[in-house]
């Protein structure tokens, strides 16, 4: 049984880009939340979803977005990108409301 | 708003010798609490969880933590690591009613010497 995968591994982007992330679930876990994780920091909970819906999201501005997909796939999207953005971004996907995220490797995402 | 505290930023320790990573955390509600493990250039990997029941917890690679409800923590302990140990370690609780949001700590690195 494959685990939880996400593409690309790194990305470069410039300042004002936008970028897409992918991440593909384990077999069965239908819900996905996204985490930023800057460096020397703990991740930090950028929002969730189950059933194509966003279900709940955390302290970030409009400019990150996201999608899943009825394969419960998943992207996440990031506007007008700033110096900030930099981060390792970490997709986890779990069954409906269980209490266990199991986590990609993770994108390397740095804006120049 | 709850909040994790890992109190040391970076432990150093010698092959075979014990090693408690200490995790403090707010909250006024139940919380499920959890420990994962993050190796260099990778994703994170749950080491143990607590969700009720016995306040010792046994997790993978001999590590286990024990739930202290009324000094709100949950400190991680290993009585002898290997040299494979060295990690970045993060606490996480799961508020109740938090649809399993983690609210992670900032990380303890882990370095163990030969």
């Known amino acids: 049984d494959a685990g939880v995968t996400q593409s690309p591994t790194h990305l470069i982007k410039t300042r004002g880009q936008q970028v897409t992330l992918r991440c593909s679930p384990k077999s069965g876990h239908d819900t996905v939340s996204w985490y930023q994780q800057a460096l020397g920091q703990g991740p930090q909970f950028i929002f969730q979803?189950?059933?194509?819906?966003?279900?709940q999201r955390g302290n970030f501005p409009d400019r990150f977005s996201g999608h899943q997909f009825p394969n419960y796939s998943s992207e996440l999207n990031v506007n007008a990108l700033l110096l900030g953005d930099s981060a390792l971004y970490l997709c986890a996907y779990q069954i409906g409301s269980s209490d266990t995220q199991y986590f990609g490797p993770g994108t390397r995402l740095t804006v120049l | 708003a709850q909040s994790v505290t890992q109190l040391d930023s970076q432990v150093p320790v010698f092959e075979e010798a014990p090693v408690e990573l200490r995790c403090n955390y707010s909250?006024?509600?139940?919380?499920?609490l959890f420990w994962y493990v993050q190796y260099p250039n990778q994703g994170l990997q749950l080491l143990l969880k607590?969700?009720?029941?016995?306040?010792l917890v046994k997790g993978i690679n001999g590590f286990e933590a024990e739930f202290n409800k009324s000094q709100t923590s949950f400190h991680l302990r290993k009585p002898s690591v290997h040299i494979s140990d060295t990690a970045e370690y993060f606490c996480a609780v799961i508020p109740s009613g938090g649809y399993n949001k983690l609210i992670f700590g900032a990380g303890t690195r882990l370095a163990v010497h030969p």
């Open positions: 979803y189950y059933e194509e819906e966003e279900r």
């Open positions: 909250s006024s509600v139940s919380v499920y």
């Open positions: 607590y969700l009720s029941g016995s306040t």
